[in-house]
């Protein structure tokens, strides 16, 4: 039975598709589906029901499990008979409808034990079969049906008054009518959602006997992964999830609605209550109550609420009047009672009417039945328009594709090793995984193409292809040789395409914040105990700028400016972070930073700030969840803790603790991470996420910054630069389009593009305005020249860019823009092109340094003894330079006019 997967297809579904037992002689002989018009549902379903028989009977060697067990089956086939699906279905009509029924007809009480009797019964045999479906079928449990079975069912006590006595008390007195009809309402709506079931198996009916060459169609398809197997499993599952939707709509709609129940009785009893008050203090006479309870019956009769009695007083009793006797339900009878009225300690007694409500209860119950009836003819229409919608747009282009693909395919598939002799879908599946596979290589030969271009070009000295060589840890030629590795670790990930539904999001790109908004942000920090003197003239607007330079603000001015950025995000209101908790984790963010020149907290704040606008830009593309915003923000503030002022290779070489501890896999980043949990662990206070209880999405968070902080390793740079071309290549024409952005949808590629943001923030100094840029190319200069001084005094040899006596500042950043820089900003912005600010700065400071270089280089007292000719040559050399800069990353036509003067260098 499990290994024929045309059987195994069916034998979970209401109604098996009739076969013919396969030849004794012969069991690889493949079942067909016999003609529907000549076989019933019940005959294909004993045949089935034997094969099985005879595949348990089989001798086997296995030890099976109780989840392959005989009775596990026999319980799935008595549900599915055709005689048990009749029951549950003559059981849903009386269900839906006898209670209605019964009230139409104002029946008398004494038929309510039969009722109840009948709904217990009912209740019991549905229990029963979503139980048995629980035990038997693996996929049913906490699935679609099972939350309809489960409101389906237990919405049947609501009518059992055996079980609802004591809390719906319908029709008991005035106070509980209201949340009673609205109980009674929503159990009716829950007893729908079994309706479901109902439809599935009336389209399979319908199409059986109306149909039934498409039904013979889809049953064939059902076992092979055709195009009407796929629409009809796309079908259903839509018309699940709208069927769901429409479901809880009818539940919950009842629960909210307010009855606008007929003021009119409570009114008469508070008149009432009032004139006793009167007469009892002796303001008014007794005779006065008769002409108004004459015109409260008057008011009254014919109408919702029909008067049947009224008592008002106790000692004297001043009226007892009845007008009708009491109807033969309990339930269409309501009493309405005023309150206790005494004078001194004598006790006058109250107001008691009751109002027989017979007619109100018979037109409800036949709204209710047209309302169920309305729900179930529109999920029966619903359900057809979909399946011929889906079979218009979905199953018969794929039909026509697969026709195609089959005609002309034979020779592919034969050069891909693949069978045709087996499904449409499944060789297309093979096929497609095999083309992955090559594509795969593909990939990897862009790799190192991208690599080898780098170290191939004319401009890369000897000095520059050995600082490249330090970080990158494999880099090849164009005969795909090893020229170098190292002990870094290598990235494998691909781009894939894929779709991503969009969302609308409220806030904009650009956000300042008012004035009352700023005033609290300072009342915070107030309270935290900072100098908010220092903030007042600060523009916190700052934070939505690329300008933003950290060395132009105080350490306080900094965390303001980090509380915004969060703030801005979201990440506050979410709950996800506490005000307190965050300024404490930011201070023990900072303590963990040591005072290095470049590799600081100044740094941190820096990347943080350039993250956060890239988020902010890209997020209507790119969606965002508050999770993910969490994950990059606090990576990126983390991603250099305890950074010592020396790259990975220096604490290899050296032979550093931290390099044993990480086995010289990404050191410093891994220690980074290590060190930011290790600080969530040991103060607890300052944990951003000791509120984040699930631990599905406090795993997601670790996982996503741990990814991020890690391919901030330049030995994955390369692999990145390789992945982002391969992604442009092939989006090339959608972008070119501006069709809507549809990638970066799957789990691997959003890691994929938070590596590469958090990444491209850590080297973004060369994208930002040229007096910021300046600044840092100085620090991280001085941090490399420690290093270079350190590694002397250790007798090591010394870095390439890092010995002060012979590294050229500008041509150090020529170098950084034109090998690392630039090949990862120019098609990460033809993706993005909200980001075009930062190319033009890239250009922009290219052209400067290049200036600078020009200047300092020719000026040099090497360049002396030069004659005018010679040193005219040498600056064309730099202008061409700058022009093959150009013209290698095609830089968008938008950063190129707005740059001035990108022309060539003069």
């Known amino acids: ?248 709509t009818v539940l919950v709609i009842p629960l909210l609605q307010v009855e606008e129940l007929d ?94 409500i017979s007619s109100k209860n018979e037109e409800e119950a036949m709204w209710a039945i047209i309302f169920v009836n309305f729900v179930i003819l529109e999920l029966v ?8 919608r889906t079979n218009t747009l979905v199953v018969r282009p794929l039909e026509r594709i697969f026709d195609l693909i089959q005609l002309n395919a034979s020779h592919i598939m034969g050069q891909l090793d693949l069978d045709l002799a087996t499904s449409e879908l499944s060789s297309m599946e093979k096929a497609v995984g095999k083309m992955t596979n090559i594509m795969s290589k593909v990939g990897k030969k862009g790799e190192k193409k991208a690599v080898a271009d780098v170290m191939n070009d004319d401009n890369v000295d000897d000095a520059t292809k050995a600082w490249l060589l330090d970080m990158d840890g494999e880099v090849y030629d164009n005969d795909d040789e090893v020229l170098h590795e190292s002990k870094g670790r290598k990235s494998t990930r691909k781009v894939a395409v894929a779709t991503r539904e969009h969302h609308t999001r409220s806030n904009g790109v650009e956000i300042f914040y008012s004035h009352e908004e700023y005033k609290g942000l300072m009342k915070i920090m107030a309270e935290r105990g900072e100098n908010v003197e220092d903030l007042k003239d600060i523009d916190i607007s700052v934070v939505q700028k690329w300008e933003f330079d950290v060395y132009s603000l105080k350490v306080n001015q900094l965390y303001l400016c980090v509380f915004i950025m969060f703030e801005d995000l979201g990440l506050l209101e979410a709950g996800l972070i506490g005000p307190d908790e965050f300024w404490l984790f930011l201070a023990a963010v900072q303590k963990n930073y040591h005072e290095n020149m470049y590799h600081n907290f100044h740094h941190a704040i820096d990347v943080t700030q350039t993250l956060y606008r890239m988020i902010s830009l890209l997020d209507v593309r790119l969606q965002f969840s508050v999770t993910e915003k969490m994950a990059l923000m606090v990576g990126a503030l983390a991603h250099d803790m305890d950074h010592p002022g020396v790259t990975n290779n220096f604490l290899i070489a050296s032979r550093d603790e931290l390099a044993m501890t990480y086995n010289d896999a990404s050191v410093l980043e891994s220690r980074h ?118 590694e002397k005094s250790k007798n090591m040899p010394v870095s390439p860019m890092m010995d002060r006596n012979t590294t050229n500042r500008p041509m150090s950043q020529i170098n950084f823009i034109e090998f690392i820089v630039a090949p990862l900003y120019a098609p990460v912005v033809k993706i993005f092109p909200e980001l075009i600010a930062l190319e033009e700065n890239l250009v922009a400071n290219r052209k400067a340094f290049g200036e600078q270089f020009d200047a300092e280089t020719l000026e040099h007292p090497l360049h002396s003894g030069k004659t005018e000719t010679q040193l005219a040559e040498e600056k064309k050399m730099v202008r061409n330079r700058y022009d093959r800069f150009l013209d290698k990353h095609k830089f968008t036509h938008l950063a190129m006019e707005n740059i001035d003067n990108v022309a060539p260098m003069e």
């Open 1 to 248: 039975f499990n290994d024929n997967p045309t059987i195994a297809n069916h034998r979970d579904t209401p109604y098996r598709l009739p076969m013919k037992a396969a030849s004794e002689t012969d069991d690889k002989v493949p079942m067909k589906a016999a003609k529907p018009e000549t076989e019933d549902v019940a005959v294909a379903t004993a045949r089935v029901d034997n094969l099985v028989q005879a595949k348990e009977a089989a001798p086997t060697t296995e030890q099976k499990s109780w989840r392959d067990g005989k009775w596990r089956k026999d319980g799935i086939w008595l549900l599915d008979t055709y005689a048990c699906q009749t029951l549950f279905v003559v059981c849903l009509v009386l269900v839906l409808f006898t209670v209605d029924v019964v009230a139409i007809l104002s029946l008398p009480d004494s038929v309510n034990d039969g009722v109840n009797a009948m709904l217990l019964t009912i209740f019991i045999l549905y229990s029963i079969e979503f139980l048995i479906n629980c035990i038997c079928k693996d996929e049913y449990p906490f699935g679609f049906f099972f939350w309809m079975d489960f409101i389906g069912t237990f919405s049947i006590i609501a009518d059992i008054s055996w079980l609802a006595s004591g809390w719906l008390e319908f029709g008991s007195n005035g106070t509980t009518l209201r949340a009673s009809r609205a109980a009674r309402v929503g159990s009716k709506a829950g007893r729908l959602t079994r309706v479901l079931k109902v439809v599935r198996l009336m389209k399979i009916v319908m199409t059986k006997y109306f149909n039934p060459n498409q039904f013979e169609k889809e049953s064939l398809a059902s076992s092979g992964g055709a195009p009407s197997a796929i629409g009809q499993t796309l079908a259903e599952a839509i018309s699940h999830q709208v069927a769901a939707l429409v479901m809880i």
């Open 263 to 356: 003021q009119a009785p409570v009114a008469y009893v508070q008149m009432f209550t009032d004139q006793l008050e009167l007469i009892s203090t002796g303001s008014q006479e007794a005779s006065t109550l008769d002409p108004m309870v004459n015109g409260f019956y008057d008011f009254l009769d014919g109408g919702s609420f029909q008067p049947l009695t009224l008592i008002i007083g106790h000692d004297p009793v001043l009226v007892d009047q009845k007008w009708a006797d009491e109807p033969g339900r309990a339930s269409n009878k309501v009493e309405y009672d005023g309150d206790d009225v005494y004078v001194g300690d004598r006790y006058y007694g109250n107001v008691v009417a009751t109002f027989d």
């Open 381 to 388: 229409l619903f359900s057809s328009l979909l399946n011929g």
């Open 673 to 790: 991470v290590a060190c930011l949990y290790g600080l969530l662990k040991q103060t607890t206070d300052a944990d951003v996420f000791k509120n984040i209880v699930d631990d599905k999405t406090w795993r997601e968070i670790r996982k996503i910054i741990i990814g991020c902080v890690l391919h901030t390793d330049m030995t994955h740079h390369f692999a990145m630069v390789s992945q982002v071309d391969l992604f442009y290549e092939l989006h090339s024409e959608q972008l070119a389009r501006g069709d809507p952005f549809s990638s970066f949808c799957k789990a691997e590629d959003r890691q994929f593009l938070f590596n590469m943001l958090l990444h491209s923030s850590d080297i973004s100094n060369p994208v930002k305005p040229l007096n910021v840029y300046e600044k840092w190319a100085d620090c991280v200069l001085g941090e490399f020249f420690m290093q270079g001084d350190l």
